[in-house]
RNA sequence: GGAGAGGUGGCAGAGUGGUCGAAUGCGCCGGAUUCGAAAUCCGGUUUACGGUUUCGCCGUAACGUGGGUUCGAAUCCCACCCUCUCCGCCA
């Protein structure tokens, strides 16, 4: 949620700046009336509530005394309608104030380049050469399918289009990513590992940004008249843990990682990536979340970002850092890095991992502050998530980048403890 | 799923219709005392929103959540949520 300041007092700027940077057109003059007419009906209400809260004091003390109150009864008589009527107006006003906040994009960083889509983004620097084949490299469905490692028809029929069932040593080498990226975070990069609920309340999911606006993109349950949702990343638990909470400055930051499934229905991205593991309902993915003094947090966030890239370096992938340009960023965030990954049989570079600074705009839709000890007043703190890096892309990446002519993988040195020793799958 | 108990400030815990945003204790902050510290004493110590002549002040709201009764609700009524204990079921 942006700074209702923002609206209020710089509503020309704040659209104008939204429409370069997100092309979302502000309803000005509704915004202007609704404000004045909240104003009004703000104070109006509250002068009732104080003249009714006075007048019933008075008979309380007249009571008291074993006076007479009929005096005073009818004195306050006719506020309770006039009292009513205006705080239900009042609360209508500001439910739909509310229904745009929510709805209204994060404002990009000035560092942020300008751009309609991912054409406009920035590439801010690459590490490693892809490597030369003396054969035509396989894709990973190809290589997954020799030995039934990867099947994704098994899984339509178990589950309908965009699953997979992995199994023997490709579900392993899968199951050694997740334990391999965790295991870096937590003992060489200071997070702490927390293991999260997938089932979310409603509450949660606005709290980060996904509802109201995106309740299509989401899996949800509703057993027993209760409605749940799956989470589309472990970014929504682990940053609600702050929610309503008031943090200590000594806590932060607060770096916290997450190994977990996630879901997405993936609406609106029908015929995308329909072929393998790239874009599937369910998958894993390590996710990085850090709760930062709004001072540090750029260079929390550079710092995350290079936490990520190290998970690519030490596996040994090629990868390239992008700057996301305005057009292609997430909702929340203010700025965001792309890390992409290469991958010789598209010979490109596919994203693996986003790492974004959302500031104060999910701590503000979720009252996440800390005390700041210059002022010693409750200030918003600014969250930051990464995937660090997604398990599943991760695992198409080392198919690709390390297969042999004879379609074996070689496993990645770092790999290699958490696969018995194994230098190859075959 | 069944039976019971309970949700109040950072924590513990009073308060069953009126000056209660809330006793008391602990904690924390400031001060006094002290060479310094402990102990003791004094004072302070929730949050959100709004207004404003903006670092001050004023107002409103909040005692799990949402409704209701009432001139007035932490307190009474209804519904829901959550926690704990015991039983059942279960990985």
């Known amino acids: 949620m942006l700074d209702p300041n923002l609206l209020r007092n710089h509503l020309a700027q704040t659209a104008e700046r939204l429409r370069a940077t997100r092309g979302v057109e502000l309803d000005v003059a509704r915004i202007e009336a609704l ?180 309740e299509e993109d989401l899996f949800a349950t509703n057993t027993g008249d209760v409605r749940r949702y799956l989470i589309p990343t472990s970014e929504v638990p682990l940053t609600n843990l702050v929610r309503d909470e008031i943090v200590d400055a000594g806590a932060l930051p607060m770096r916290m990682t997450a190994h977990s499934m996630c879901f997405r229905a993936e609406a609106g991205s029908y015929g995308r990536d329909v072929r393998g593991m790239i874009r599937q309902h369910q998958f894993e993915k390590v996710e990085l979340v850090s709760i930062a003094k709004p001072s540090e947090s750029y260079a929390e966030h550079d710092r995350m970002t290079k936490c990520a890239e190290k998970v690519l370096e030490l596996l040994g992938l090629p990868y390239r850092t992008m700057l996301l340009c305005t057009g292609d960023m997430g909702f929340a965030a203010t700025k965001t890095y792309d890390l992409e990954v290469w991958l010789p049989a598209q010979g490109t570079y596919r994203e693996i991992s986003s790492c974004s600074n959302c500031e104060s705009f999910q701590a503000r839709r979720m009252q996440a502050r800390w005390r700041n000890p210059e002022t010693n007043k409750p200030e918003l703190v600014h969250t930051l998530n990464g995937s660090g890096v997604a398990v599943g892309r991760a695992l198409i990446a080392v198919m690709e980048n390390y297969q042999q002519a004879d379609g074996s993988i070689r496993v990645p040195e770092v790999l290699r403890p958490y696969m018995g020793g194994s230098e190859i799958i075959e």
Request: glycine letters at 10%; a neutral charge.
């Open 35 to 214: 404000e004045a007419e909240r104003k009004q009906l703000q104070t109006r209400t509250q002068e009732l509530q104080n003249l009714r809260n006075t007048r019933s004091k008075a008979i309380g003390a007249a009571k008291g005394k074993g006076e007479d109150t009929t005096a005073l009864m009818a004195e306050v008589a006719g506020i309770g309608d006039e009292l009513k009527a205006a705080e239900a107006r009042l609360g209508e006003i500001q439910k739909a104030q509310a229904d745009i906040a929510l709805t209204l994009p994060n404002i990009p960083h000035e560092s942020v380049p300008l751009g309609k889509d991912e054409t406009g983004n920035v590439e801010v620097r690459r590490h490693g050469t892809p490597g030369t084949f003396a054969f035509k490299p396989l894709d990973h469905v190809e290589l997954g399918a020799r030995k039934g490692w990867l099947d994704g028809e098994s899984a339509a029929k178990l589950s309908g289009a965009r699953f997979t069932v992995l199994r023997g040593e490709l579900a392993r080498l899968h199951r050694a990513l997740a334990q391999f990226m965790i295991d870096l975070h937590t003992r060489e990069h200071g997070y702490l590992e927390v293991n999260v609920p997938l089932l979310v309340s409603a509450e949660s999911l606005q709290g980060t940004g996904q509802l109201p606006k995106f």
